[in-house]
């Protein structure tokens, strides 16, 4: 299974702040890596899919770049609502292999 | 919009099995080139993807959990169903469904996800 690794676990920052969450995979995966948002006690719903493509509907603040085996994911200034844990996912060969989170939170 | 839903028991003994389906609404579960996939978190932990159906009956199980896994679809209700045997504590968890949607370019990724089930696994 190719092993998906996100740092930082957590972190703290301030409204209008520029946030960037890494995920790194156990081999390359080209780009085939999605990232998830979810805010607690609600089902993790789509950001980005294929690295950086911005899924319809949400906002701009949110992006995605990278390839091979390392990926991130930006969010230019944060808002009071992006409080949630953020899942990176590659979908490069079965089983789909998903990071283990990383959270964060809003000082 | 499609939506998806879980439904099923909350409470399941060890050693049983677990059965859970989930519904499909806002579209057929047989148009669009899509995938059906279960996923699923333990309390307080990450995601797990379980294994995915396609309309045509073909399933794909993830190896951790293969040899008690049954995915099926009924396409005539829009619905598919997860069967989990052999269940112990470690099968707590909210259990998703998602479809999974795909491209020749870019993989897989799920979208929309249910809004989850709890099943807790306990005498």
């Known amino acids: 299974d190719i092993q998906m690794t996100q740092s930082p676990s957590s972190l703290s920052a301030s409204v209008g702040d520029r946030v960037t969450i890494t995920c790194r995979a156990s081999?390359?995966?080209?780009?085939?890596l999605n990232w998830y948002q979810q805010k607690p006690g609600k089902a993790p719903k789509l950001l980005i899919y294929a690295a950086s493509s911005l899924q319809s509907g949400v906002p701009s603040r949110f992006s995605g770049s990278g390839s091979g085996t390392d990926f991130t994911l930006t969010v230019s200034s944060l808002q009071p609502e992006d409080l949630a844990t953020y899942y990176c996912?590659?979908?490069?060969?079965?089983?789909?292999?998903f990071g283990q989170g990383t959270k964060l939170e809003i000082k | 919009q499609v939506q998806l839903q879980e439904s099923g028991p909350g409470l399941v003994k060890p050693s049983q099995t677990l059965s859970l389906t989930c519904t499909v609404s806002g579209g057929s579960i047989s148009s669009g080139d899509y995938y059906w996939s279960w996923i699923r978190q333990p309390p307080g932990k990450g995601l797990e993807w379980i294994g995915y159906i396609y309309s045509s009956g073909s399933t794909y199980y993830n190896p951790s959990l293969k040899s008690r896994i049954t995915i099926s679809i009924d396409t005539s209700r829009d619905q598919f169903s997860l069967k989990l045997s052999s269940v112990t504590a470690a099968d707590t968890a909210v259990y998703y469904c998602?479809?999974?949607?795909?491209?020749?370019?870019?993989?897989?990724?799920?979208?929309?996800w249910g809004q989850g089930t709890l099943v807790t696994v306990s005498s």
């Open positions: 996912q590659q979908s490069y060969s079965n089983p789909y292999t």
């Open positions: 998602a479809r999974d949607c795909n491209s020749i370019r870019g993989g897989h990724w799920f979208d929309p």
């Open positions: 081999q390359r995966i080209s780009s085939y």
